[in-house]
C-alpha cells in the first residue's frame, strides 16, 4: 500500500497474483518508481488482481489531494497513484475490480484498470483485461489525472454500476456525470491544482464500456479516449490526443 521512490522493478517472468485481495501501491503517498516488463515486444504478463468489494476505496485508496482542500476524494487501481517521473512499461495486467463506495463523505472514487490517480506519469505499452467495475467513474487505463499513456490497449469490460447508498445531501451523485466510463481516462483534471497535460498516442480500446446511470439531457455517459475533461479552473488539462481507435466493434467515440 505505501510507494516506492526512484527505484526500477524489473519483471522478466509472468506473475500470478491469484488466492488474494490486491492492496493497490501507492496509496499512502503516490509511486514514484518504475515498474516495466522487460520485454517490449513481449509484455510480461500480471494475473489474478483482484480488487473485490470489501476494499474500502474511500479509506483505503489513495486520498487525493484537492485545490479547495476538502479532500474527499480517492483512487484506486493495480497503482494508486503514478507521480510525476514515475512510469509502468510493458506489462500486461488481468484484473478483477468491483469497487463500490461504502461512505456518503466521499465526493468520488475513481478506478481505473492501471493506475487510479495519474499524476504526471506515464504508461507505455500497458494492456488491461478483465473486469473494471466501480460505483462512480471507471477507466480501463486510468481512473483520474494528467500525463502520458502510450501505445496503450483496453481489452477490459468497464463498468459504472451507479448504484447508489447516500443520504439526500448527496443528491449530485446520481449525476451521470458522476458514474461516466471510458476505455483511457475518467476524468482528465489535476485535482491538487495549478494546469496539467493529458498526452494520449496510439491508444485502441477492444472493451465494452457501459454505465448503468441513467443519462441526462446533454450528458454523453460512455466515451473513447476521456470521459470528462477539465477545462477551466479548479485543475484545468490541456489535451493531446493522435493516433487513438475503437476495435470494439461497439462504436465508441468522444
Not at 18 to 45: E, H, R, Y
Not at 203 to 229: F, H, M, W
Amino acid at each position: 500500500g505505501g510507494s516506492i521512490e526512484n527505484v526500477t522493478i524489473d519483471i522478466a517472468e509472468d506473475l500470478d497474483l491469484s488466492g488474494s485481495n490486491w492492496t493497490p501501491i501507492g496509496t499512502s503517498t503516490p509511486f514514484l518508481g518504475t515498474i516495466k516488463g522487460t520485454d517490449v515486444a513481449n509484455p510480461v504478463s500480471i494475473k489474478g488482481i483482484t480488487i473485490a468489494n470489501t476494499f474500502n476505496a474511500a479509506k483505503e485508496g489513495y486520498a487525493m489531494e484537492t485545490s479547495n482542500n476538502k479532500n474527499d476524494k480517492s483512487s484506486a487501481g493495480f497503482v494508486a497513484a503514478l507521480g510525476e517521473g514515475a512510469s509502468i512499461e510493458n506489462v500486461d495486467l488481468y484484473v478483477n475490480y468491483n469497487v463500490s463506495v461504502p461512505s456518503n463523505k466521499t465526493d468520488g472514487v475513481f478506478v481505473g484498470g492501471a493506475v487510479g490517480y495519474l499524476m504526471g506519469g506515464t504508461l507505455k505499452n500497458v494492456r488491461v483485461y478483465g473486469i473494471v467495475m466501480n460505483n462512480a467513474r471507471a477507466a480501463g487505463i486510468v481512473g483520474a489525472g494528467y500525463g502520458t499513456l502510450i501505445d496503450c490497449e483496453n481489452h477490459a469490460t468497464v463498468t459504472s454500476t451507479a448504484q447508489f447508498d447516500f443520504t439526500t445531501d448527496r443528491e449530485k451523485e446520481k449525476s451521470a456525470s458522476y458514474h461516466s466510463v471510458a476505455a483511457f481516462v475518467g476524468y482528465a483534471r489535476r485535482f491538487e491544482g495549478g494546469t496539467g497535460t493529458l498526452t494520449i498516442t496510439n491508444c485502441t480500446n477492444y472493451g465494452t464500456l457501459t454505465s448503468n446511470c441513467a443519462n441526462e439531457a446533454g450528458t454523453k455517459i460512455v466515451n473513447l479516449t476521456v470521459a470528462q475533461r477539465q477545462t477551466s479552473d479548479p485543475g484545468p488539462v490541456t489535451f493531446e490526443i493522435t493516433g487513438c481507435t475503437d476495435a470494439s466493434g461497439n462504436g465508441y467515440t468522444d
